[in-house]
């Protein structure tokens, strides 16, 4: 087994011109697997097919919500849902597929000339559930932590806003409004932490449903200064919303789920 890897180890070296250790490495079997397997496809049109088949009995049901955030008297706002974008809406795995075989790391600035080719594809599903909403009359709010760094004058926005619903519109939803995606930074108080967006909107909508590939895009606090058991009894705690009012897109790539690991990451590695 150990000669196994090391020739894999190896091989992977020549092809990627970088050491086994190399972070860009690491993601070589999840872009695979995001890029090339049915399975991938399966699992993304599963949640979005579940959603769907959802819709009406969270349009039904005014005592609805998803949001945790989602406190007072809401029955008689209008219904939205709630979306991530990366992984969730638009694939970046040709980024990463840079990465892996050029090598490098992700960078603000290199991720910034990816977003302003506005090249993103779209996660099989998103765009035949996000129209079906039209239909249904359903606000769809995006929550994103692409970043909004303001260049031009105060209330101007952001290139980063524009060339995200350029790229929607470019994979087929159209017609996104500005005030429709919140980013990080956008506003005071807008960090990473997504529960100030999710309280901002949720005054103004009643929050049907979450989407997105990381737990921190259903509930707060649990990015950093988490351990991952911790994350995985949250996840017990409301099973309930799983498939229901919550829907996780699989993401193996890059997330909260990595970031809470400490050092050395082999340690999580169980054997028998
Ligand atoms: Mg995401």
Known sequence: MKNFFRSIC???SVLLSAGCASTANNNFNSLLWMQSSAEYRANTTQAYNMALKNIDAALRDRKWTAAKEQ???FSSLPPAVVMDIDETVLDNSR???KMVL?????SQ???DEWLALKDATAVPGAVEFINAMKDKHVRVVFISNRECRKGGKPGSGCSQEADTIENLSKVGVAGVLPENVLLAGERDGWTSEKKSRREEISKQYRIVMLF???LG????DVKSSITPEERDRLVGEYKNNWGRKWFMLPNPTYGSWLNVLGDPKSRYIRKY
């Open 10 to 12: 190896a091989a992977l």
């Open 71 to 73: 406190t007072g008297e």
């Open 95 to 97: 980024y990463m597929g």
């Open 102 to 106: 050029d090598g490098g790391e992700w």
């Open 109 to 111: 600035a290199t991720w």
């Open 212 to 214: 997105g590939d990381d």
């Open 217 to 220: 895009d259903f509930l707060a």
